[in-house]
């Protein structure tokens, strides 16, 4: 039983039953109580009728015999009580009928009772004449025969309707499992690694919507494949290019064919190559440890102003030495619990980026402004800046880079997806916009305590 068909099936079942079982359980108890009450006075009220009529006429027990014949007919039995004793003698029922009854009666009282006989009830009523007494004598069966039957009626009714439940909740639970059933194929073909899986909604909204869900996520993850697909192609390829230097120059070396006054720049050559190969390859180690969550932060409460101007002192060098003007702004006493040095890289990392694209004469400014309890820090170029559609990927591996390779100078094409997973594990938020100076605008925002 560890279908979901048959677990509804069953729970439906028992729901039923039990239901059925109370159902019945009241109503025959509150009917037949309600019977045997509603016997009771009916035989009581025949009894009173029979009274009035044997005490019409002359002849009291004549009279009486004519109650009693009348009562048959509506499967009531009676018994005369005289002085000389009771009359017939021979009807079974009389032998619920004792001798304190007879003296009862013929003292003038009256008898309601019910009494037992053979396994079952008789109704008992009884009540004085001129000529002594009549009692009336009627099985309790026969008195609510009708009841009964119809008792019995209502449980094959109730027997019907588990039957209906049942059949309603396979039917239900085959209409739901189906689709479930879909879904989890599908499920199952996307971790096969089939991308293409598409699923049409169908089934109550919840299933409806897991189906939904399940075709959203076969789309992402062939777009996410797919871009991981090109960038694996794309760092291949810069890869290679400073692997081929290396190699190239490292064979002419070995081989003697460069001449002993080239060798140190040979040498230069190989460093810079190997160098740019390092910074692609640490990058590519920290998308990694972001990516897999255990990369180690030290939170600390941290001076955001003096890490601005330290970082100012560096890079307002670094754009003199390139020609391009650079600006800065940080108020005193900003403060705020963060990883310093994770801060920093974040910096240096978008102020690399303003560098590499903002050409000579052109400005590059930092700012740190406090926004409440937290801060922001942004950086602003003066360079060719971003488009509309650059803004909604900036911050995905490789999306510019794949761009702007060949059109503007680029880095690795990792620097922005690795400052987007800092800033997020640091808890706060980056946006990418359009500068007033004319080029790109990056603003990291982070909590306060």
């Known amino acids: 039983m560890r279908s979901l068909v048959a677990r509804i099936a069953w729970l439906a079942a028992a729901a039923a039953v039990i239901t059925a079982l109370l159902a019945a359980g009241l109503t025959v108890g509150i009917v037949r109580s309600a019977a045997n009450s509603e016997a009771q006075r009916t035989l009581s009220k025949l009894a009173d ?92 069966g026969d008195a609510v025969g009708a009841v009964t039957r119809a008792l019995g009626r209502s449980t094959l009714a109730l027997l019907a309707g588990v039957v209906i439940a049942v059949g309603l909740s396979l039917l239900v639970a085959w209409r739901i499992v189906r689709p479930l059933r879909r879904t989890a194929r599908a499920a199952h073909a996307l971790a096969a690694g089939e991308r293409d899986v598409r699923l049409s909604p169908e089934g109550p909204d919840e299933v409806a919507e897991i189906a939904a869900a399940l075709t959203a996520l076969s789309g992402s993850l062939e777009r996410s494949e797919t871009r991981q697909q090109e960038f694996l192609l794309s760092v291949s390829h810069d890869l290679r290019t400073p692997l081929t230097a290396i190699s190239g120059y490292a064979e002419s070396l070995a081989e003697g064919v460069v001449p002993p006054e080239e060798a140190a720049e040979v040498g230069g050559v190989m460093l810079e190559e190997s160098l740019r190969l390092r910074r692609m390859v640490d990058d590519l180690l920290d998308l990694a440890r972001l990516g897999a969550q255990d990369l180690r932060l030290d939170i600390v409460d941290t001076d955001v102003s003096g890490l601005v101007q330290s970082a100012a002192r560096v890079w307002s060098d670094r754009c003199a030495d390139a020609g391009v003007g650079f600006a800065w702004a940080a108020p005193d006493g900003v403060r705020l619990p963060t990883d310093a040095s994770r801060l920093r890289q974040v910096l240096d990392g978008l102020l690399e980026n303003a560098l590499r694209v903002t050409p000579a004469g052109r400005p590059i400014v930092l700012e740190l402004r406090a926004e409440g309890s937290g801060a922001a820090l942004e950086v602003r170029d003066g360079g060719p800046g971003l488009t509309d559609d650059d803004l909604a990927v900036a911050f995905d591996r490789g999306a510019l880079y794949e761009r702007y390779r060949g059109v503007r100078r680029v880095g690795t094409g990792l620097g922005l997806a690795i400052a987007h997973r800092l800033v997020t594990r640091l808890g706060g938020t980056i946006e990418a916009g359009h500068a007033a100076e004319g080029g790109a605008r990056f603003t990291v925002r982070l909590p306060g305590a």
């Open 49 to 140: 009728a029979a009274q009035t009529t044997s005490d019409l006429g002359p002849d009291a027990e004549a009279a009486q015999r004519r109650a009693l014949v009348v009562l048959r007919a509506l499967q009531v039995r009676g018994v005369l009580v005289t002085a000389n004793g009771m009359t017939p003698r021979n009807d079974p029922l009389a032998a619920v009928v004792t001798d304190r009854d007879v003296q009862a009666l013929l003292s003038g009282r009256s008898i309601s009772a019910q009494r037992p006989y053979q396994g079952t009830i008789v109704l008992v009523q009884g009540r004085p004449t001129r000529a002594g007494g009549i009692i009336l004598l009627q099985r309790r």
